[in-house]
């Protein structure tokens, strides 16, 4: 098992309660899991409380052996009740929640126990704090990124003509187990889940489903219409595998093109107008570009080599963005999308994916998660880039 440090809780709460001064917060709950495992080091049920001054507490609900384990905090109280928070924090005047994730009932009943306790939401400040990757989270996803190569690498040797979509999924995650992959990919949505086998061949990769991506493929049933499916892989054509792997909570997120025999023409030059893309915008975000800017540019760029109705999808199911922050969750800042008006900083961890959709034929694409550090990016998952023929 690795721990987060207590040096690490430390610096993200230092940081986490400027953003709080600056937002004139008293306190802050942190009931969804995902925030606060990021400032406790434990996803055991609980909810932390982050006061602007004094030590934070996790009031945990179960369990707490191992909750005591895991967070290096020094403040630990089990409850049964909401009621029991109340007595622990004194009385603060506006308090932080996260409103973007928490339901409605949650909320309805923390009004009633704070009494006349102002309510905001502190979500902004959460996803802002986290967009920054310290060097213990760098670590973790950079091991991460070292199960994904193996997994890639894998491929050549399992894959073969009349193999399922679905079976070659699970043979990768099955693999990718062994290595430490979680399985669980988390995203902050309430209507998305997120999973490792995003495989999709010939014409599948050209099916749009219910996911905010340039192509959603053909999925196991109504209930699951996305993804691989029980489809068969045939001899020439187009394999994308868009396979996410996470280590200790952290995530990498890859896409890697392959073929049985020979790839089609149209799909091997448009994968590699995507390669360049890929390489271009990254250039140009080291030049302190904005997130909107380097999205537009990109899109000039597949509009220049002749693959502006295919980049990112095809209209009227084009997706309005090319990469997606990533870390404890998959989908965070930054993005380099439209109205995003910041740059890429410094300590900044994203997944680029330029991709291509052919109506009726099929899809392809390249996606790397980046750093950027020391004033250059560094592509974290180091995995072959070129279109692998399987014989």
């Not at 009931?31 to 055991?44: E, N």
């Not at 630990?76 to 929640?97: D, M, Q």
């Not at 029980?230 to 020439?236: A, E, F």
């Not at 991709?355 to 592509?379: D, H, Q, S």
Request: charged share 25%; with cysteine; aromatic share 10%.
């Amino acid at each position: 098992m690795i721990y987060t440090p207590k040096e690490e809780i430390q610096n993200r709460t230092a940081r986490l309660r400027a953003l709080m001064e600056k937002a004139s917060l008293d306190g802050a709950f942190f009931h969804y899991k995902i925030d606060y495992y990021y400032l406790a080091g434990t996803m055991q049920d609980a909810i932390l409380y982050v006061p602007l001054e004094g030590e934070p507490t996790l009031f945990v609900r179960r369990e707490m052996r191992r909750a005591r384990r895991e967070s290096p905090l020094s403040e630990l109280i089990p409850i049964r009740s909401l009621k029991t928070i109340k007595e622990h924090i004194g009385n603060p005047r506006r308090v932080g929640l996260q409103l973007d994730v928490l339901p409605y009932n949650f909320v309805a009943n923390f009004h009633k126990l704070l009494g006349d306790v102002e309510m905001t939401d502190i979500s902004p400040l959460i996803n802002d704090l986290r967009k920054i990757k310290s060097p213990f989270e760098i670590s973790l996803m950079e091991k991460a990124a070292a199960i994904a190569k193996k997994v890639y690498a894998k491929v050549p040797e399992v894959l073969r003509e009349g193999i399922m979509e679905i079976e070659l999924g699970g043979i990768l995650e099955a693999y990718a187990k062994t290595l430490g992959h979680e399985g669980l990919l988390r995203v902050r949505s309430q209507n998305f889940e997120a999973y490792s086998w995003h495989i999709l061949s010939g014409k599948v990769g050209s099916i749009v489903s219910q996911m905010n991506s340039p192509m959603g493929g053909l999925g196991m049933s109504p209930a699951f219409p996305v993804g691989a499916s029980r489809k068969k892989i045939r001899r020439g054509e187009q394999i994308m595998i868009d396979f996410g792997i996470c280590y200790h909570g952290y995530q990498v997120d890859e896409t890697r093109m392959f073929a049985i025999g020979s790839m089609p023409e149209l799909f091997a030059k448009a994968y590699e107008a995507c390669r360049e893309i890929h390489y271009r915008v990254l250039d140009k975000a080291l030049e302190g570009v904005t997130c909107a800017e380097l999205f537009q540019y990109s899109v000039d760029l597949a509009q220049k080599m002749g693959y502006g109705d295919n980049y990112l999808g095809y209209a009227p199911h084009k997706v309005n963005f090319l990469a997606h922050g990533i870390g404890i969750e998959l989908s965070e800042p930054p993005f380099i999308a439209t109205n995003m008006n910041y740059p890429i900083e410094e300590g900044m961890t994203f997944a680029i994916e330029p991709k291509m959709v052919f109506p009726r034929k099929g899809c392809c694409g390249i996606e790397n998660t980046v750093l950027m550090e020391k004033g250059r990016y560094r592509v974290l998952s180091e995995i072959d880039e070129r279109i692998i023929i399987v014989d």
